[in-house]
Every structure is written in structure tokens, then in C-alpha cells.
């Protein structure tokens, strides 16, 4: 027994018998293991050595072409009330779940190793992390655990010291779509996925704990659990402001986290705390304070270059594991907006052919250490987190949404967030491109009835009598001519500025009727060779077309009847009433 910890001993017997394994490994998380994970990958073919000159420590993963982002039509909350999960979320019974799920458990370990991963979320010694512990049968999903949480000896000493744990069940099944699913049971702490390899779906620390049964943790603990990245912003005075921002799955949140300081801008610096997940409290200074749940990064590699992103492609030259890219002539990995060599083997392992489609697949990834990061802020490990000034939503807007907007009180804040929209991308299985609401960035993760998340948001403000302002920000807005508007990147820290200056009771703003918009002058365009007239189109508002988005929110609230708050709807009343004057 490798436990002093009878439940969790327990549980393991129990998987060991339903899902007949050939061996049990229970990890440890020490760099040796790691090593030896990788060793038996490369000795299988799980994994491929790439480049070990230019690219040390770095290897490729290729995964079944079937299995390669999120499943949200096969993702289930299973609560005992229907209800409680809302119409955000797909429902099974849980008595109906267990069942289904355990038949195609049983035996699905035979002939494979059994890993048991005791894992930490958040700082290891801060009292506002939680503890899980995730079985698989993929040496692939050990690696990365390792690399995405605190995970090992440390973690497992909490546990045996009587913390609660999530159980996550995890195997790789027969990877076939008909036999995929991903199961929460959120009243019991649990989590049961099977039939997938990838990140989304087998990282059980991460979107299916962290986000999914962490936020109903959280609203039970008083707490929330977000899918924002932390950003330190030093300013040139040396002071530093915390940032936290919300936006969909592939739209930028690596970037922003990461952030270089454009030439134009001498003196800022910026650190980052978490790129993907915030778990918020309210402090007893009446401010939120955030910690990253996560030690890693599993971030999206297209479009990651030197300029775009310099911190990340620094990050990933060295102990880095590549899923679905390509890999050039000599070795080394390669995607699509990789600014140098070529391709010749795609993301499945073909020779490339642009008649294939894209080199590296359109959602493929890099998993690699957050303590990689130049830019790492040293207030990542605080167990007490970093203090919050702002909260930003944002989503990938062709059209309508300004480049930035400021909520006028905390329950405008909340509306702004429950309305969001964005065009969906390639972290999730389906049809890319499309507008569809995505509130707070929290669409595929809220673990439960969205009605009740947006009341419990607005409680929080209550509680929190220094909470940070909140904006929306629109990176993607386009012109007529197709092309952005706004550069985006580095530039983004001017309007962060502005935001910055905002919550400090300076920076000018204008009243529109969906809140504050800055006064143009304040980007300082004309330093990146901005016209006036694409300033102002960056900052329009079009009543029409914002009266017709309200209708269609208003719309898109009735789904959730009764159990929509009322401050809610008076915040929506409000605001549509100033676009009819
Ligand atoms: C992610 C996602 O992988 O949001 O972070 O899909
Ligand atoms: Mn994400």
C-alpha cells in the first residue's frame, strides 16, 4: 500500500478491480520519474525525440487524429437536480452515469499500467489550494500532470494529513468517439473520463477539476473559480497592478499573460502569474485576490512566433512536450506563423502536403513549465495570491464590440460578463468561427445552472467592498476592408494602461450608454501610426446594431426562466432603456 490514507487506498483497490490493471505506479513526481515516463514513451512510440541540440529536453506527441480538442457535446454534469446544471450544461443522473461509465471501465486497464497521481492546485502550502488525485492508464497524461500541477510526495502529505481530494478516473479506452465521455459528479467530488487523451479531456486537474467542480466547490466555500489569466503590470514608477481576464479558449489569454511592452512604452514590465485559471477570494481588505491553480502552461502553438509572443517561444526551446505539430527537415517542431524553416512532415506524421490542410493541427499545443516563463512573477508561489485591480471579458468580435469599454458599477460588471459573445476556435470540437454566447469565458466549464453562477457573482460583489473594476476588451474588431483594426500583442498594454489609470480614479472616459469608453487622445494612436478615423471606429458604438445585441441577450437569458436574478434583469433593463433614448 503506498498510502497511510485508507479512502484513497481504498478507492485505488476498487479502479484496480473494475479496471484490471497489468501493474499500479503510484507517482511520486520527482524529476527521475519523470525521465522514466519519458524513457517508456520513447520506447513505445508515445513519443518521438525531437531536435535535442536546438530544442533540449523537447519531445513530439502525435495523437489519434480523432482525439485531438475538447468534446463539449460528450461533457456531462452530473448533478442529483437537473436543473442545478442549467441549460449551460449537458445532464445525465448520476446513478444512470456511474453505471454507463463503469461498464466501460471494467477491464479497460488489462494489459496497461495504472498511474495514481496525487496532485496539488494552487501553491502548495496555501490554504486556498485543493487537492486531487487522478488514476489513468496513459503515461502520456502522468508527464503532463507532472508538468501542470503540483504533483507528488507534497500533495499526497496534505492528503494523508486528512484534506479533502477530487477523484478523477481517467483511461484512454479504446480513444473511439462512440465510447467518449467526460462525467462530473460535482456533490461527490468526482470525475470520470474516458476514451480520450487529450489535454482538455484527460488533464483532470485542469478544466474538469479546476474550473468545472472547483466553481461548485466554490460557490459552496465562497469562492470563485475562473477561467481567467493572471498578469502582473509593472508600471514605470515600479508599482505593480494585478490583472485577471476572461476570454474563450484560444483567444489570446497565453498572450496577454505574457505580454511584451511595445518599444513605444519605456519602463513597463510585465510578470505572469497564470495564463488559463484564477481562483479568486474575497480577502479581509474587501479586494479579490488570485491564485493560478496551475504550475504549467498547455497553450495553443499556431501563431506563436518571436513577435507575437517572444516570452512563449523562449518558454518552449527546452523541456517541452509538443502535441500534433509538425516537424521540419532537421528535427525541430514547426506550426503555422512559425516565422522560420519549413515543414516536411505534418501533424499526423505524412509527408507535408499543403492539400492536407494546415502542417501542425489548428488547436495544437505545447505543455511545458511555468517556471520557464521569463516573465514568471515570483508572487506565482504567494499562498495568499495576488491582489485583483481589474477583471477584464473579452471575445474574438469581427464586428460591434469596441476595443474597450468600462463597466459602470460591479452588477453592470456581471451583465457585461453573462452577455459575452465570441467566435469559437479550435479548443473545441465542432465548427470554428461562429458567434455563440460564451459567458464569462465560462460556456464548457461553469459547473453549474448559469442563472444561479450570475447570482452568485453579484453576492460576491457584495462582499467585496474594494472590488476591481470591470471592462470588456475586443482585441479582434474589423474593418470593412476585412483587416483588424487594432495590432493587438504588446499594444495591447496601452489600453490596459487606460484600464489601469481608471481603476486609480484617473485615465478620461466618455458615457456611452453600455458604459465607459476612453477618450480617444488616451491610446495615444498616433505613437503606432494610428489614424484618427481608425481610432474612433475602434471606439465606435452603433446604437442600432447594440440595441439589436441587448434584444438578442434578452433573448438568450429567457432559457434560464425563473432562476435569472433579478438584479440581473434590471441591469439588462437599464441599459437597453439608455439605448432607445
Ligand atoms: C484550454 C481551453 O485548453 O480552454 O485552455 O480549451
Ligand atoms: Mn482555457
Redesign the pocket.
Known sequence: MATTNSALSNWVAEVERLTQPERIRWCDGSEQEYQELIEEMLADGTLLKLNQTTYPGCYLHRSDPSDV??VEHLTFICSREREDVGPNNHWMNPVAAHAKLDALFKGAMRGRTLYVLPYCMGPIDSPHARLGVEITDSAYVAANMKIMTRMGTAALKRIEAGEPFVRGLHSTGDLSPDRRFIMHFPEERMIKSIGSGY??NALLG??CHALRIASWQARDEGWLAE?MLIVGIQNPQGETHYVAAAF???CG?TNLAMLIPPQSMKGWKTWTVGD??AWLHVGEDGRLWAINPEAGY???MPGTNEKTNKNAYDTIHSNTIFTNVAVTADNEPWWEGKDDKTPVTDWQGRPYDPANGPAAHP?S?FTVSAKQNPSYSDKAEDPQGVPISAILFGGRRAHLAPLVYEATSWDHGVLIGAGMASETTA??AGQVGTVRRDPM?MK??CGYNFADYWNYWMTVGDRADKAPHIFHVNWFRKGADGKFLWPGFGENLRVIKWILDRCEGRGEALETPIGFIPKAEELHGQDIGLSADTLSELLRIDHEAWREEYAAIAEYFKQYGERLPPRLQAEHQRIATALKR
Open positions: 480538442a475538447r489535454g482538455g485542469k478544466k477561467h474563450p479558449s484560444a489569454k488559463d485559471i498547455f497553450g495553443v488547436n499545443r479548443a473545441a469565458a464548457p466549464f
